[in-house]
Each structure stands twice: as C-alpha cells, then as structure tokens.
C-alpha cells in the first residue's frame, strides 16, 4: 500500500528557508518520479517542484532558483529545499506519486510565510 508523510512545514519570516521531507513506503521508490504541490486558500493546487526517476528536476519559474529538490533512495524519501520564501509561497504542500495509473497524496504540511 503507497503510504506518503510530509514533515517540516512551519512558520518562517520572509527570506527564511525551510526543507520539507516526504517519507515513502509501499513501492519501489527509486523507480518513480516524486512531485511537490502547493495549495493555497483559495487557489488551485500548483505544481512547484517535480524529481523523474532519471535524475532530472522541473520547478515552474515561480519557485525557479529558489527550490531544489533532492531524493535519498535509501531511505525512501524526497526532500524539497526552499530558500527565500516569500509569503506568497503560503500555502499546503503535499508530495504526490503515481503507481500504477493512481495517484497518491500525502496527508500534506502547512508553510506560513509572515512578511
């Protein structure tokens, strides 16, 4: 069973930086690409951040230069490095997989940015 936790969201000045962790179990994680989603209240959730199984990485320009994603296929688990947030990156991220054809959610960690 696809199981995702994130951890380390919290409240964080402007220009301050956080590193969100995603933990996943119940697939071969190494063969899978890892995404990061951000919603906000109410706005649609966004895509910030994506690591394919293949080493290459994709962040839309909004978090561009400000986010870097990295993985540990050891420990099963994805990590999403942000530095100079801005209260605008307010939102819930969430760690997303798809296996199999079905998309899987963690249960998602709020990130409160006060400028």
């Known amino acids: 069973q696809v199981h995702l936790v994130e951890s380390g969201g919290g409240l964080v000045q402007s220009g301050g930086s956080l590193r969100l962790s995603c933990a996943a179990s119940?697939?071969?994680?190494?063969?899978?690409?890892m995404s990061w989603y951000r919603q906000a209240p109410g706005k649609e959730r966004e895509l910030v951040a994506v690591?394919?199984?293949?080493?290459?990485?994709y962040y839309p320009d909004s978090v561009k230069d400000r986010f870097t994603l990295s993985r540990d296929n050891a420990k099963n688990t994805v990590y999403l490095q942000m530095n100079s947030l801005k209260p605008e990156d307010t939102a819930v991220y969430y760690c997303?997989?798809?296996?199999?054809?079905?998309?899987?959610w963690g249960q998602g960690t709020q990130v409160t940015v006060s400028s």
């Open positions: 997303t997989v798809n296996v199999m054809r079905s998309t899987y």
């Open positions: 119940g697939f071969t994680f190494s063969g899978y690409a």
């Open positions: 690591f394919f199984s293949g080493g290459n990485t």
